[in-house]
């Protein structure tokens, strides 16, 4: 069901007017698959097959820490604790794989935060699974826990088979999980966070730089990582702050490092500098109106929780559209702060953001000829629906 809107702002009236979408990306990539959001609210900016199942890569990563942010942050571990290196995690991940990795040596201990700097700079698979093994006994067990996280932070198709992303058969993930993975790690872990912008690491006399290539590009980028497989090819989870607006985005589908690190620039720089955030409602401003089905009045306004924001275009307002959603007519008696339906905000073909939408009003039940009146407007034009 489609239904007007009250816009508040007169500039916006014709756009949030317009029940169809445009068929249109704002933007364009090479990328296969992308996803971006605005770190302050969520709102999508821009997607692109977003939730075709790909081999994470060293992007699995992500979800390795999370873990152990986790588990630190809950009081189960401390930085300061320490975890002995395998030969497992030394073969598998560690000088003799050719793999990334942080030259951990065989059976030395280590301190979970040098573990830590060395996954998120290096991208270490040794320090992933000597964190595994540490922590839950064997990879495979900490892998699990990866996947069974991953559902309760709200991400259906992630799944897990390692620590480190390298390759194996039925791990997966989408670009929308994994920035939406790493919106939760900024937001949620402020006090380790930062690790991800370090410039370089050193261990084992090594040093190495940060392996996130925006870092180096002057773009204000302080996260996540990059990711590269034989499958999904050049990938990588950037972030850039300007001005105040922050963007995350995800890519995978890339030809090579430098096509990923140039299509993740334009991503990331377009993003922060093409929107202005602006409010349409206020809190407790009427957006609009449903329908009731036998109620004491045809109709019943609705409002959200709080004051509504949008993203508009800046150079493209037209390309911003708007329509209220809901399953209706809504069936009489209706109670104020009922939910009700939604307010649907697309940029170009991409569904930017929902915002709930509640009864703000009670609506009793009708009279008797009020109710029959609606029975047979129901009956004559509901199967139109």
Known sequence: MQLRLFPPLAGLCLLLLSLIPANAQLFETKAAQAFMIDADTGTVLFAKDADKPIPPASMAKLMTMEVVFNAIKSGRMTLDDTF???ENAWRTGGAPSGTSTMFAKLKSAV???DLIQGVTVQAANDGCIVLAEGMAGSEANFAAQMTERARQLGLPKSTFVNSTGLPADGQQTTVRELAQLALHLWRDYPDFYHYYGQADFTWNKITQRNRNPLLAMGIEADGFVAGTSEAAGFGIVGTVSHNGTRVIAAMSGLASDRERSEEARKLLDWGVRSFQKTEIFAKDEVVGEAQVFGG?????????K???DI????ANRDKLTAKIVYDGPVSAPVEEGQPVGKLRVWIGDTLSQETPLFAAETV???TLPQRALDAAKELAVGWLR
């Not at 004491?296 to 959200?304: E, F, N, R």
């Open 84 to 86: 002995v290196v395998s």
């Open 111 to 113: 301190r979970v935060e």
């Open 296 to 304: 004491a009045k045809s109709g019943v306004a609705l409002k959200a």
């Open 306 to 308: 709080g004051p509504i």
């Open 311 to 314: 993203f508009l275009p800046i």
């Open 364 to 366: 009793g039940v009708g």
